[in-house]
């Protein structure tokens, strides 16, 4: 290929025009005339795609010129797509954040769970889902949905919390409690632990469990003074 290299590249669009790069070794130009889409998507997928094309030049300068434009196509394919995706997502998460505004969850439910379908480990999907079925008292939907998570994040204490709520809710004051135990068991060492499930008591209006399990951290953590001021 020696020292100096022009790689053309042409990305498929809906109106069957084509957009076309040209790379002069650390030169990047776009011929807008061509481009249907916005620039940015382009500038997202190519801005690391460049990197990799001088390293392939560099690297493996016998590779055959078609093997070299099937690597460039695929990695620009797929960096497309992702800013495509990552733009809808955004959208969809608007609109029902705005639904959500309005008190309209029949419209916003779906929303949040098509969002958290395809990123289960986001926890804004996951708290507005949660906000969703609490709303509309789908509680089984919402205990179905703590369950599903916990099996990701089994340590997690704020999640015990937050499903012994769920069950407070759902008038099941002993599941509740034994919720939240099983949750300090966890990490019985951490003050931060008894705090967060008692405020989940309070939250639920079960004024003696939270008080029991205040007294219990002290008792666990051998400072009497301890949540004098919860």
């Not at 379908?117 to 996951?126: G, I, P, Q």
């Not at 789908?138 to 599903?148: G, P, S, W, Y």
């Amino acid at each position: 290929m020696g020292g100096f290299v022009s790689i053309s590249l042409f990305c498929r669009v809906e109106t069957d025009k084509f957009v076309k790069i040209e790379k002069f070794d650390s030169v990047k130009r776009i011929d807008s005339r061509y481009s249907t889409i916005p620039f940015f998507l382009y500038y997202t997928a190519f801005g690391t795609i460049f990197p990799i094309i001088w390293f392939i030049e560099r690297t493996y300068t016998q590779m055959n010129t078609l093997h070299l434009y099937i690597i460039i196509i695929a990695f620009a394919t797929i960096g497309v797509r992702t800013s495509v995706c990552a733009q809808e997502n955004d959208i969809k998460l608007k609109l029902a954040q705005n639904y959500e505004r309005i008190g309209d969850w029949e419209k916003a439910i779906p929303l949040y769970e098509e969002l958290l379908a395809k990123e289960e480990t986001n926890l804004v999907f996951f708290d507005a889902l949660r906000r969703g079925y609490m709303q509309v008292k789908r509680f089984h939907d919402a205990i179905l949905l703590l369950q599903k998570r916990m099996q990701k994040y089994a340590n997690d204490v704020g999640l015990y919390a937050q499903l012994g709520s769920i069950y407070a809710k759902a008038s099941n004051e002993s599941l509740a409690v034994a919720t939240w135990e099983q949750g300090i068991a966890l990490q019985p060492n951490e003050q931060n632990t008894y705090r967060t499930v008692a405020n989940a008591a309070l939250d639920s209006r079960l004024w003696d469990a939270s008080i029991k399990i205040f007294l219990t951290g002290r008792n666990a953590l051998h400072t009497q003074t301890l949540f004098a001021y919860a």
